[in-house]
């Protein structure tokens, strides 16, 4: 598992430009609930990708 983003050094996290939208959930979620389950929530963002497309 990969370190959580308050642990990475901002140049480290790249440009938001150079995200995916699946990246782009999984890092807001990290910043407001970084307490809650990941793996619940990649899932869940996974899931909402997978009906997006």
Do not use: H, K, N, Y
Request: hydrophobic share 40%; glycine share 2%; charged share 35%.
């Amino acid at each position: 598992m990969r370190d959580s983003i308050e642990e990475q050094p901002m140049a480290e996290r790249g440009s938001v430009e150079d995200m995916s939208e699946l990246e782009l959930l999984e890092r807001l979620f990290e910043m407001t609930c970084p307490s809650c389950d990941q793996d619940a929530v990649r899932q869940a963002a996974v899931e909402m990708a997978e009906r997006i497309v």
